[in-house]
């Protein structure tokens, strides 16, 4: 594959660095414009293996709402997102829920734990 | 509940609740929180996804589970909540009057408040879109809340104005929801929130973005049927020729945000023009003695942190006051001043006295964004008291620099800090 020069933006914290990176492929040469190392990591995985956090909901019987959020505890692959909330749209959970109480473990067996974003009161407490 | 309090905080965001902890931390026995909403958190409630957090605690929180660390640590300090209730009126004598389903109609007096109210979205009216009147145009932040806490969505093809954070992060969760997002129009040559969110919830999801596009019309009887989009030129004049009809049956408004300031104008508190919010001091004490305030309710935040950051000074600085009355500075308080490229700065005053207890973080925006290495720089009429690099300066990300204890001499003898945002 021949060398090429691309612009990414590093989406690891808020500062959102423009980053000019130099790569063969899968292979990275030369990274420039990065605030900290954290951007290195980043540009790496996103060359081999991109992944994001996931927040969505799903289903609560009982609660406060009719819905808790719920998230990746770390970044998941980003080719199978939407495998992964298809698979959270069939979930139902009981109220009340507890804050990192885990939703769908090892998700798609990634090893990945999906789990609820905050405490979710049963509607009678 | 009790009729008097020294600290009343009015709205239980991040900058509420940071507020309350810190007076109660701070010494204040006596701390309420009065919310509207049927339960402690704010809009972070609504923000589901992830990005919170990041410089208090260095991890990666989803906004509810950011605002829930907060609410649990209210909840072991014996802080009093009134919830459901919805605060009518304050004085400048820091009388309250609340009303809620449960209490009824409450008077309470405070030794100080902290006002929290958080921001509102602008709407429809006040960007004025001709066109016909039908259903399916909503803001952004509404859309959110159907979405991530009451579970129904505002549509099935959706186009959206603005490029702000929460439009971008809205096309992102509607198209997990099963949605067409047809794509993001934007009036501004540049994007007005955060890179990242570009990256991650359009460019991941190939949503087109245009920029320097905004909504001509919106066609439709009943409900949207469509928007018209067009080019602008750089007086937001429409080029003609470029005009493109869009299908969709949902326009989303993210068009800004404005700081929610009602409550604050009765008592008497005055607003600077350019952020819409009160002017504050460095302890983020309002003109009026003994009121505060704190979050979106002073400028609009881009990122939760600096918002918590400012709740804790100014739970902080309104315990002092409940307990010990207002403070006579030695030394008059230093106006801060928004000089070359810089919109506003937060905030207007600042006691150098109290350089020796903390850093003072001035926060500003740019007006024009600068995609090369910046100085960030506080000067004296020609006196350079302090700068910082940047490696650029965008106007949706909110900049700042420190004043530290070495900057104290110079501080304590200028006559205004006026901060300007150049190239290197
Ligand atoms: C719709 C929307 C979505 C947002 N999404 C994001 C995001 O995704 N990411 C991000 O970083 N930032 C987001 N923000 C910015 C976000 O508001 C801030 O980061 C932060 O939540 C502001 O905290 P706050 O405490 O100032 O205000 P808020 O969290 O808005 O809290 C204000 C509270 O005051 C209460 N209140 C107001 N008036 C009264 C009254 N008269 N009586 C009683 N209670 C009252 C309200 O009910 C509310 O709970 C969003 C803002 C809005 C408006
Ligand atoms: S390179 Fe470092 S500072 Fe820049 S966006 Fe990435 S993590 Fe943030």
């Given at each position: 594959m021949p060398e090429t020069t691309d612009e990414m933006i590093c989406?690891?914290?808020?500062?959102g660095c423009t980053l000019q990176v130099t790569h063969n492929g899968e292979t990275l040469l030369h990274v420039d414009g990065?605030?900290?190392?954290r951007g290195l990591g980043y540009v790496e995985r996103e060359l081999t293996d991109p992944r994001r956090m996931v927040a969505t909901t799903v289903r609560v019987r009982g609660g406060l709402h009719p819905l808790v959020p719920v998230c990746t505890v770390e970044p998941f692959p980003k080719p199978r997102i939407f495998e992964l909330l298809g698979a959270l749209r069939h979930i139902e959970i009981e109220a009340p829920v507890k804050m990192n109480q885990v939703v769908l473990e090892d998700a798609l067996g990634t090893g990945v734990d999906v789990v609820a974003s905050r405490d979710m009161p049963g509607t009678g407490s | 509940m009790k009729e008097h309090y020294d600290v009343v905080v009015i709205g239980s965001g991040p900058g509420g609740l940071a507020a309350a902890l810190a007076a109660k931390r701070a010494g204040a026995d006596d701390v309420l929180i009065i919310e509207r909403d049927q339960e402690l958190g704010g809009i972070l409630l609504q923000c589901i996804h992830n990005g919170f957090g990041v410089e208090i605690f260095g991890e990666d929180l989803p906004g509810p589970s950011y605002a829930q660390r907060f609410i649990n640590e209210v909840h072991d300090l014996g802080i009093e909540t009134l919830l459901d209730a919805m605060v009518l009126e304050i004085t400048r004598e820091r009388t309250i009057y609340a009303t809620s389903a449960q209490t009824g109609f409450s008077k309470l007096q405070a030794k100080a408040i902290v006002l929290a109210m958080g921001c509102r979205e602008r709407t429809r009216a006040q960007i004025r879109i001709p066109g016909m009147r039908p259903?399916?145009?909503?803001t952004a932040g509404t859309a959110q809340r159907w979405v991530n806490v009451e579970g129904y969505m505002p549509g099935k093809q959706i186009v959206i104005l603005g490029s702000g954070d929460i439009g971008m992060i809205m096309a992102r969760r509607l198209t997990f929801e099963?949605?067409?997002?047809?794509r993001v129009l934007e009036v501004m040559p540049y994007l007005s929130g955060l890179s990242r969110n570009y990256v991650q919830c359009l460019l991941d999801f190939d949503i087109p973005l245009q920029l320097r596009h905004t909504v001509k019309r919106i066609i439709g009887r009943?409900?949207?049927e469509a928007v018209e989009a067009v080019a602008v030129d750089e007086q937001w004049i429409p080029v003609p020729g470029t005009e493109a009809i869009i299908p969709c049956d949902t326009l989303l408004l993210s068009v800004g945000l404005i700081p929610e300031n009602e409550l604050s104008q009765q008592a008497g508190v005055r607003l600077d023009p350019v952020t819409g919010g009160p002017f504050v001091d460095e302890g983020y004490h309002t003109n009026i003695p003994g009121i505060f305030a704190a979050g979106n309710v002073v400028h609009v935040y881009d990122l939760v942190d600096w918002v918590t950051e400012a709740g804790f000074a100014a739970g902080e600085s309104a315990a002092r006051y409940a307990m010990c009355g207002a403070e006579t500075a030695r030394i008059p308080p230093i106006p801060t001043t928004a000089g070359e490229n810089v919109r506003y700065v937060v905030p207007h005053l600042v006691n150098p006295e109290r350089l020796s207890q903390a850093e003072v973080r001035l926060q500003m925006r740019v007006r024009q964004p600068l995609e090369q290495p910046v100085w960030i720089q506080v000067h004296d009429r020609e006196t350079l008291v302090t700068r910082r690099a940047a490696r650029y300066a965008r106007p949706g990300e909110m900049v700042n620099v420190t004043l530290r204890e070495r900057d104290y001499d110079k501080v304590r003898q200028s006559k205004e800090l006026r901060v300007s945002i150049v190239p290197h």
């Amino acid at each position: 594959m021949p060398e090429t020069t691309d612009e990414m933006i590093c989406i690891t914290c808020p500062v959102g660095c423009t980053l000019q990176v130099t790569h063969n492929g899968e292979t990275l040469l030369h990274v420039d414009g990065n605030t900290c190392s954290r951007g290195l990591g980043y540009v790496e995985r996103e060359l081999t293996d991109p992944r994001r956090m996931v927040a969505t909901t799903v289903r609560v019987r009982g609660g406060l709402h009719p819905l808790v959020p719920v998230c990746t505890v770390e970044p998941f692959p980003k080719p199978r997102i939407f495998e992964l909330l298809g698979a959270l749209r069939h979930i139902e959970i009981e109220a009340p829920v507890k804050m990192n109480q885990v939703v769908l473990e090892d998700a798609l067996g990634t090893g990945v734990d999906v789990v609820a974003s905050r405490d979710m009161p049963g509607t009678g407490s | 509940m009790k009729e008097h309090y020294d600290v009343v905080v009015i709205g239980s965001g991040p900058g509420g609740l940071a507020a309350a902890l810190a007076a109660k931390r701070a010494g204040a026995d006596d701390v309420l929180i009065i919310e509207r909403d049927q339960e402690l958190g704010g809009i972070l409630l609504q923000c589901i996804h992830n990005g919170f957090g990041v410089e208090i605690f260095g991890e990666d929180l989803p906004g509810p589970s950011y605002a829930q660390r907060f609410i649990n640590e209210v909840h072991d300090l014996g802080i009093e909540t009134l919830l459901d209730a919805m605060v009518l009126e304050i004085t400048r004598e820091r009388t309250i009057y609340a009303t809620s389903a449960q209490t009824g109609f409450s008077k309470l007096q405070a030794k100080a408040i902290v006002l929290a109210m958080g921001c509102r979205e602008r709407t429809r009216a006040q960007i004025r879109i001709p066109g016909m009147r039908p259903s399916g145009v909503y803001t952004a932040g509404t859309a959110q809340r159907w979405v991530n806490v009451e579970g129904y969505m505002p549509g099935k093809q959706i186009v959206i104005l603005g490029s702000g954070d929460i439009g971008m992060i809205m096309a992102r969760r509607l198209t997990f929801e099963g949605a067409k997002v047809e794509r993001v129009l934007e009036v501004m040559p540049y994007l007005s929130g955060l890179s990242r969110n570009y990256v991650q919830c359009l460019l991941d999801f190939d949503i087109p973005l245009q920029l320097r596009h905004t909504v001509k019309r919106i066609i439709g009887r009943e409900r949207v049927e469509a928007v018209e989009a067009v080019a602008v030129d750089e007086q937001w004049i429409p080029v003609p020729g470029t005009e493109a009809i869009i299908p969709c049956d949902t326009l989303l408004l993210s068009v800004g945000l404005i700081p929610e300031n009602e409550l604050s104008q009765q008592a008497g508190v005055r607003l600077d023009p350019v952020t819409g919010g009160p002017f504050v001091d460095e302890g983020y004490h309002t003109n009026i003695p003994g009121i505060f305030a704190a979050g979106n309710v002073v400028h609009v935040y881009d990122l939760v942190d600096w918002v918590t950051e400012a709740g804790f000074a100014a739970g902080e600085s309104a315990a002092r006051y409940a307990m010990c009355g207002a403070e006579t500075a030695r030394i008059p308080p230093i106006p801060t001043t928004a000089g070359e490229n810089v919109r506003y700065v937060v905030p207007h005053l600042v006691n150098p006295e109290r350089l020796s207890q903390a850093e003072v973080r001035l926060q500003m925006r740019v007006r024009q964004p600068l995609e090369q290495p910046v100085w960030i720089q506080v000067h004296d009429r020609e006196t350079l008291v302090t700068r910082r690099a940047a490696r650029y300066a965008r106007p949706g990300e909110m900049v700042n620099v420190t004043l530290r204890e070495r900057d104290y001499d110079k501080v304590r003898q200028s006559k205004e800090l006026r901060v300007s945002i150049v190239p290197h």
